[in-house]
């Protein structure tokens, strides 16, 4: 007899939705995660009173009404609203790409002079349907807000040309024409009082829970002790990257106590020329509006991806989907074992999505 209904890999958002969902269901689960600690990328670490987020900013936004109340079950929310602000060699910009952007950039007022001047700057495509990343962004906000905060950051952050990446990417971000600095278009966004671990810790409070446990170290005893295996870790490592190694990118996270009160007065302030060797730096009391002495500052330097380092971004290129796919394959054919998440299913996945992924992989087990 085995112990545990399920094995669930990986203790970040989606094995956590997941290993709640099969419990509320009276089903057993052991929760395993290869990290010191549960919550997978979005774990906070509590450094003098404020709750950094470690593995890079997390802001949580929806649209879907019933998501928002799900994880107001968990924890309640504050009412940030990201709108982040570009530094490009000292010239500072307001993001999203709004009506304050553009007139700061080119002294428009009303909107109808902003879509001119889109307009005439886009020409240059002459038409075409947009192809790739560069092409996308010209033909959404120009080619002096491509050159100015976009290209430098784009080619940081993925390590690529931008005419090599999909025009998907940028289209993350709204554009808008209106003097609104939200980064997003939900309607409902914060972040959770007390931090991200009181989400997941409530959310895996009927489940066992093992810690400094790698999969792959303990194979087989893992296997043995469930009927089901939920695994939420990279695709290719668990077919011995048989058809290849998918591509992510990485970061290094460089975190500094400072001993002043307000240290950019925002949360996230990204940098967008191509020189300066990190893509954001980001305040994490702002996500709380803290006023303590001390702060603590966080810079994003992007990195490729090499085996042994934190896989945060999949690169979703013709390459890499090609290989995904075929690992995706034989990922169907499994009848004891199911992939999620941003890992197991190689997809730029927000914690909404996540959260919605996970509910309905349950509810395909379970049938209801
Ligand atoms: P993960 O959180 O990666 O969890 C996977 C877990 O599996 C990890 O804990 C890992 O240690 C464990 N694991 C892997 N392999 C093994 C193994 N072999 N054995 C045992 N354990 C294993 N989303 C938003 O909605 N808003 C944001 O503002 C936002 N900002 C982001 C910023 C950054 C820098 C990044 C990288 C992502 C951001 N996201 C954001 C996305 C968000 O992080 C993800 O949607 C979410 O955390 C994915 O959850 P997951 O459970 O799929 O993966
Ligand atoms: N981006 C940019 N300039 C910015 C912010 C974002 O060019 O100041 C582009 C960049 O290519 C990035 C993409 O928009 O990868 C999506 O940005 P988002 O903030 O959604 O990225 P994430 O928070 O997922 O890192």
Same mark, same amino acid.
């Given at each position: 007899? /085995? /112990? =545990?209904? =399920?094995l669930v890999v990986g203790a970040g958002l989606y094995g956590a939705v997941f290993a709640h969902e099969v419990s509320k269901r009276g089903k057993s689960c052991l929760v395993i995660d290869k990290r010191n600690h549960v919550g @997978?990328?979005?774990y906070c670490e509590n450094i003098e009173g404020i709750n950094v987020h470690k593995y890079g900013a997390h802001i949580f936004h929806t649209n879907d009404e019933e998501i928002w109340n799900y994880v107001n079950e968990?924890?309640?929310f504050n009412r940030f609203t990201n709108s982040?602000?570009?530094?490009f060699? @000292?010239?500072i910009y307001n993001l999203p790409f709004n009506m304050n952007t553009f007139n700061k950039l080119w002294g428009v007022i009303t909107p109808q002079e902003a879509k001119d001047r889109i307009e005439e700057q886009k020409a240059i495509l002459k038409n075409k349907k947009p192809e790739n990343l560069e092409e996308q962004a010209i033909s959404?906000? @120009?080619?002096d807000i491509y050159e100015k905060l976009i290209k430098g950051y784009t080619e940081k952050q993925w390590g690529r040309s931008a005419t090599e990446l999909p025009p998907f990417i940028i289209k993350r971000l709204p554009v808008r024409f209106t003097y609104d600095n939200n980064y997003f278009n939900d309607r409902y966004q914060g972040i959770p009082i007390g931090g991200y671990n009181v989400i997941i810790e409530n959310l895996l409070r009927n489940c066992?829970?093992?810690?400094n446990t790698n999969y792959f170290e303990n194979r087989e005893e893992l296997d043995s002790l469930a009927k089901k295996v939920l695994f939420t870790g990279m695709i290719d490592e668990y077919y011995g990257y048989k058809y290849g190694v998918l591509e992510y990118r990485s970061l290094r996270f460089d975190t500094e106590l400072l001993q002043q009160q307000? =240290?950019?007065g925002n949360a996230v302030v990204n940098y967008t020329d191509r020189e300066t060797p990190f893509t954001r730096i980001i305040e994490h009391k702002h996500f709380e509006f803290k006023t303590s002495e001390s702060t603590v500052i966080t810079r994003e330097y992007p990195m490729e991806w090499k085996s042994g380092d934190e896989p945060y971004y999949p690169v979703l290129d013709e390459k890499n989907l090609d290989i995904y796919n075929k690992y995706k394959a034989l990922g169907e054919k499994e009848e004891t074992l199911i992939f999620g998440g941003r890992l197991g299913e190689y997809k730029y996945y927000d914690m909404h999505n996540i959260v919605r992924a996970a509910i309905e992989k349950v509810k395909e087990e379970f049938k209801n």
């Open positions: 007899m /085995k /112990k =545990y209904d =399920y @997978g990328n979005i968990f924890a309640e982040p602000i570009a530094n060699n @000292g010239e959404l906000v @120009g080619t066992d829970i093992r810690l307000n =240290y950019q």
